[in-house]
């Protein structure tokens, strides 16, 4: 880890944020990310020449406004290292977090949709710079276990999001907590609907989601072992079953569960506070 990483966990970033003031920052994000459309566009061009998802300007600004009025609950200096795919969808709700809640973050993802990530990462650091916000938001492209313990003793808490890989090399160390996103299990009974399954896998794979599909088990095996999997936050069955529809949404608990559709249709649904 260099030296600037620590420099900005240890440093402070103190600011006041009122209902006022939080509203006038999104109405610049949004002034900033519509002006600066055909840049996001243009990166998103060159990532999928690597990753296949595609980045929406209406669905950012949809994000933008889900955080109006937001209560502004500000920590006294809170430090979360948080750790995730690289969705950019994502990564905004992430920085509308850490502003509302002034909880420093350093994101660490890979190159997963690096271009867009870049752009948005710079107008919101520009937008924050005008409103004298500074030492929030600190971003890593890389995972190392070895520079991450080279920090330990400046964050209060590791947050994964989504990457269950990560979240198990960690699970040992302290103050570490998993959220699902996009975490799926696929069940499928009917042989007419495996194509569906097919394009399912293709898409979750394409946007760094995690799909576990089931095979070889019975549907109230499958119940089961979606129920008992924290893990996941997503259930998916494939059926021409009236009976086994309504079986698996009565009994799968505490997941969105989809029958016969498409999981990925509202991209900017509901989304958990993850710095908490």
Known sequence: MEKNEIEFLEEASRYTLTYKMLNMILDDLRESIIKNSNLIVDANKEDVKHNKKQIKVKELLE???NY???????????RKIVI??????????????AITQRTKILLIHEKFMLGVN???????????REYKIFNLIYKLDYFSIK????VKSFYDEIVVIGDTTIYQMLV????????PYNNIALYCDCQELEKLQEAIYIYANENEFELEILYDCTLDEAIDFINGDENKNIAI???N???????FCNEIKGKEVFVNENPFKNEVGKIYNYLK
Request: net charge negative.
């Open 63 to 65: 994000i933008i406004e």
């Open 241 to 247: 079953d009236h009976n086994s529809k309504d079986k």
């Open 118 to 128: 870049e752009i948005l990462l710079k107008i919101i650091d520009e937008i924050m």
């Open 172 to 179: 040992d160390e302290k103050n570490v907590k998993f959220y």
């Open 147 to 150: 520079e991450l313990n080279k």
């Open 84 to 97: 995730y795919k690289g969705d950019p969808y994502l990564t905004l709700h992430l920085c509308l977090q």
């Open 237 to 239: 069955l494939l059926t």
């Open 68 to 78: 109006r009025n937001s209560e502004c609950v500000l920590n006294d200096d809170e």
